[in-house]
């Protein structure tokens, strides 16, 4: 039986809402499988600028620095800060991200039958997608400089700089390629080689990497023609791995084939190991909501198979997140719908009574 420590950061706007569920469901797993989880909240994102001057502190780094594994909310959202404010919610994410080393974003995209119907496209597209997207997420754009507007006597401009060393697009590359080798030993390296220099580099790193891998069939594909292949036949997909930007615009993208934006996890994860497993983020991909914050209408299945991944992950407990997950399919299948998956035949619940219906699977109560 194990003792793991878990820093909390629940965010801004549906954020704590959702982190809630997810903390409930570690706690029930904690009951069933007689492990011990101390879960340490600290704030972060709007809330934390408000109380404590900037969105993340360096005592709430210090906390994730001690701890296991971060499960994260969502921070940010419409009206919470200014953009010309000189501390911004988002901050917070790219410290953690750049401070933890945390260089690879997985976002796992999978149909279940009863979802379909959530959906805007045809049954039969959607039917037994099972993907995986590789983001790299500390390079490119979000962390180029110079990033900003000029002001000049003709009038503003602005820029915004793209970089990528050969190291970065090897490591995230490497690691796209072992995954792709433990499921259906296919990669799909996304970029814009035709127009940007950064890609090109990309696409010539991950044709050198791709020789250490016979075993895995490899093709490129321009970030445009696999915005429109991810709608028009989603089942060619196995592992996608693509650069910061891309990624973060795909895989919204690619939530609408699950239903909603509520039912996509991630995790983020760096070269640190712990005594238990790979370090890591957990956050789900949607942001904070702000028009449905407070009202318990948030979908906190996300969440909750964001702290699955982080069980199997960073705790290296394999049987437990499968319990979790199994716990979220049997909600689904028994019918219980948040409004986002309301589309899907079902019964709509609230968040609360959506996380507690996965907490008596988890418990072994239903």
Same mark, same amino acid.
């Given at each position: 039986?194990?003792?793991?420590?878990?820093?909390?950061?629940?965010?801004?706007?549906?954020?704590?809402?959702?982190?809630?569920?997810?903390?409930?469901?570690?706690?029930?797993?904690? =009951?069933?499988?007689?492990?011990? %989880?101390?879960?340490?909240?600290?704030?972060?994102?709007?809330?934390?600028?408000?109380?404590?001057?900037?969105?993340?502190?360096?005592?709430?780094? @210090?906390?994730?620095?001690? /701890?296991?594994?971060?499960?994260?909310?969502?921070?940010?959202?419409?009206?919470?800060?200014?953009?010309?404010?000189?501390?911004?919610?988002?901050?917070?994410? %790219?410290?953690?991200?750049?401070? #933890?080393?945390?260089?690879?974003?997985?976002?796992?995209? +999978? =149909?279940?039958?009863?979802?379909?119907?959530?959906?805007?496209?045809?049954?039969?597209?959607?039917?037994?997608?099972?993907?995986?997207?590789?983001?790299?997420? =500390?390079?490119?754009?979000?962390?180029?400089?110079?990033?900003?507007?000029?002001?000049?006597?003709?009038? @503003?401009? /602005?820029?915004?700089?793209?970089?990528?060393?050969?190291?970065?697009?090897? +490591?995230?590359?490497?690691? @796209?390629?072992?995954?792709?080798?433990?499921?259906?030993?296919?990669?799909?390296?996304?970029?814009?080689?035709?127009?940007?220099?950064?890609?090109?580099?990309?696409?010539?790193?991950?044709?050198?990497? @791709?020789?250490?891998?016979?075993?895995? =069939?490899?093709?490129?594909?321009?970030?445009?023609?696999?915005?429109?292949?991810?709608?028009?036949?989603?089942?060619? %997909?196995?592992?996608?791995?693509?650069?910061?930007?891309?990624?973060?615009?795909?895989?919204?993208?690619?939530?609408?084939?699950?239903?909603?934006?509520?039912?996509?996890?991630?995790?983020?994860?760096?070269?640190?190991?712990?005594?238990?497993?790979? %370090?890591?983020?957990?956050?789900?991909?949607?942001?904070?909501?702000?028009?449905?914050?407070?009202?318990?209408?948030?979908?906190?299945?996300?969440?909750? #198979?964001?702290?699955?991944?982080?069980?199997?992950? /960073?705790?290296?407990?394999?049987?437990?997140?499968?319990?979790?997950?199994?716990?979220?399919?049997?909600?689904?299948?028994?019918?219980?719908?948040?409004?986002?998956?309301?589309?899907?035949?079902?019964?709509?619940?609230?968040? +609360?009574?959506?996380?507690?219906?996965?907490?008596? +699977?988890?418990?072994?109560?239903?």
């Amino acid at each position: 039986m194990g003792t793991f420590t878990i820093a909390v950061l629940g965010g801004d706007g549906i954020g704590p809402e959702v982190t809630a569920e997810a903390m409930a469901a570690i706690q029930a797993v904690g =009951t069933r499988f007689g492990h011990t %989880f101390t879960l340490r909240e600290a704030l972060v994102g709007q809330a934390a600028i408000e109380a404590e001057g900037e969105a993340i502190s360096s005592e709430t780094m @210090a906390l994730c620095q001690r /701890s296991d594994a971060v499960l994260f909310g969502a921070v940010g959202g419409a009206g919470v800060g200014r953009p010309d404010a000189k501390a911004q919610p988002e901050n917070a994410l %790219f410290r953690l991200r750049k401070e #933890l080393a945390l260089f690879a974003n997985l976002r796992p995209v +999978r =149909t279940l039958p009863e979802l379909l119907s959530a959906s805007t496209l045809k049954r039969e597209t959607l039917r037994g997608v099972d993907m995986l997207v590789v983001r790299e997420l =500390t390079g490119g754009l979000y962390y180029g400089k110079p990033s900003e507007i000029r002001e000049g006597e003709g009038g @503003a401009s /602005s820029v915004d700089t793209m970089v990528y060393t050969e190291a970065e697009i090897e +490591r995230i590359v490497h690691y @796209a390629f072992e995954l792709a080798r433990e499921r259906r030993k296919s990669l799909t390296s996304v970029d814009k080689a035709n127009v940007l220099s950064c890609s090109r580099l990309w696409r010539r790193v991950a044709d050198r990497v @791709a020789a250490e891998y016979p075993d895995v =069939t490899l093709r490129h594909l321009l970030v445009d023609s696999c915005a429109m292949a991810l709608i028009r036949q989603p089942r060619d %997909f196995d592992v996608i791995v693509t650069e910061n930007m891309f990624g973060d615009i795909l895989t919204d993208e690619a939530s609408m084939l699950a239903g909603s934006m509520g039912m996509l996890p991630s995790a983020s994860l760096g070269t640190r190991q712990t005594k238990h497993g790979q %370090f890591g983020l957990y956050e789900p991909i949607h942001g904070t909501a702000p028009d449905i914050t407070g009202q318990s209408k948030a979908n906190p299945l996300a969440a909750i #198979l964001s702290a699955a991944l982080l069980l199997r992950y /960073s705790l290296s407990l394999t049987d437990e997140a499968h319990a979790v997950e199994a716990a979220v399919r049997g909600v689904i299948a028994a019918g219980y719908r948040t409004p986002d998956i309301a589309g899907a035949r079902g019964r709509v619940v609230s968040t +609360r009574e959506m996380g507690a219906q996965v907490v008596a +699977r988890i418990a072994g109560a239903r």
